[in-house]
């Protein structure tokens, strides 16, 4: 059972343009959203995360969208760029699990 | 910066061979962890450990085994390798943030079973 669904599985996109990965979630009680990106080579480190209280949370470029009710969040990457280019990962937990449960990732590539 | 050390960055072995993956972390933390990464599959939990010599089964442990002696090292082994876990193996150290466990991974070991 995946308990994070991903999509798309690849995304190409314009330079300066905007990327948008979404994710869904079937377990009421996950309270911990986080993004990990991943570049060819290397292992997935931390972007950006949320946490259910707030609708948006925003670091630069990159801004993270949750519905509570929907049980979907997803990630909008602004101005994107060609140094942007890698595997973004969704993932979600619940308090008191220490393990993250990981989407299946999407592949973006950003045209120069 | 925090460092997590996986001991080889490719390994090929037999099918029916025990395997060891190791992983160091250089910060203290008390959880770590060992994914695998298959294309379309993301990245799926194996097992995971809390403290030394204490562990739990992620989603995926059927054929695998774990150790954690020190603090600072897990090892994965694969009892008897099968071609099935040729894969991309991650391990990770992680500590608790205001919002959440932030987790750093090593770069992975590609096993190839053959």
């Known amino acids: 059972q995946q308990q994070v669904k991903q999509s798309p599985q690849s995304l190409i996109v314009q330079k300066g343009g905007i990327s948008i990965i979404n994710c869904a979630y079937e377990n009421t009680a996950f309270d911990y959203f986080p993004w990990y990106q991943q570049f060819p080579g290397k292992g997935p480190a931390l972007l950006i995360a949320?946490?259910?209280?707030?609708s948006e949370k925003k670091e630069g470029r990159f801004t993270i969208s949750f519905n509570k009710s929907a049980k979907q969040f997803s990630l909008h990457i602004m101005d994107s760029q060609p140094g942007d280019s890698a595997t973004y990962f969704c993932a979600a937990s619940r308090t008191g699990r220490r393990a993250l449960t990981f989407g299946s990732g999407t592949r973006l590539q950003v045209q120069p | 910066d925090v460092k997590v050390t996986q001991s080889s960055r490719y390994l090929v072995k037999r099918t029916g061979e025990k395997v060891f993956l190791e992983c160091v972390q250089d910060?203290?933390?008390?959880?770590m962890f060992w994914y695998r990464q298959d294309p379309g599959l993301g990245l799926r939990l194996i097992y995971f450990?809390?403290?030394?010599?204490?562990?739990e089964k992620g989603d995926i442990p059927e054929g695998y085994s774990v150790s954690r002696e020190k603090k600072e090292r897990f090892s994965l082994i694969l009892e008897s390798a099968s071609t099935n876990q040729t894969s991309m193996y991650l391990c990770?150290?992680?500590?608790?943030?205001?919002?959440?466990?932030?987790?750093?991974f090593g770069s992975g070991t590609q096993l190839s079973v053959l």
């Open positions: 949320i946490r259910p209280d707030v």
């Open positions: 910060m203290d933390h008390e959880n």
């Open positions: 450990s809390y403290d030394v010599k204490m562990k």
């Open positions: 990770a150290s992680s500590f608790l943030t205001g919002g959440g466990e932030k987790l750093f």
